[in-house]
Nanobody, 116 residues
Framework: QVQLVESGGGSVQVGGSLTLSCTTSGFAFDSHVMQWYRQAPGKEREAVVSITRAGDSFNMAESVKGRFTASRDNAKRMVELHMNNLKVEDTAVYYC?????????WGQGTQVTVSS
């Protein structure tokens, strides 16, 4: 079955950087777009960054443009989210996600906390 496992979350100060990882199994990783989402307390889950099969990263949230990018290693079936110049408002649970056979799958999420 499809499994997505995020790691790398933690606490960081404003202006810091963090890289999240998502390891995957159970689907044809190299032929699917991968996405990162986040959900802050009391807010809806939002799409943050999408990465194509070829590894092109696209910001999906205006608030992260110029600060967040994604990368992928198809051989390792892994996608990463590189976050720079973090802000307090980036505090959220971050999820990687894929649509496989018409269904969207989620990992368990990893918490990122940015403090001033």
């Amino acid at each position: 079955q499809v499994q997505l496992v995020e790691s790398g979350g933690g606490s960081v100060q404003v202006g810091g950087s963090l890289t999240l990882s998502c390891t995957t199994s159970g689907f044809a990783f190299d032929s699917h777009v991968m996405q990162w989402y986040r959900q802050a307390p009391g807010k809806e889950r939002e799409a943050v960054v999408s990465i194509t099969r070829a590894g092109d990263s696209f910001n999906m949230a205006e608030s992260v443009k110029g600060r967040f990018t994604a990368s992928r290693d198809n051989a390792k079936r892994m996608v990463e989210l590189h976050m720079n110049n973090l802000k307090v408002e980036d505090t959220a649970v971050y999820y990687c996600s894929v649509v496989w056979s018409g269904r969207r799958y989620w990992g368990q999420g990893t918490q990122v906390t940015v403090s001033s």
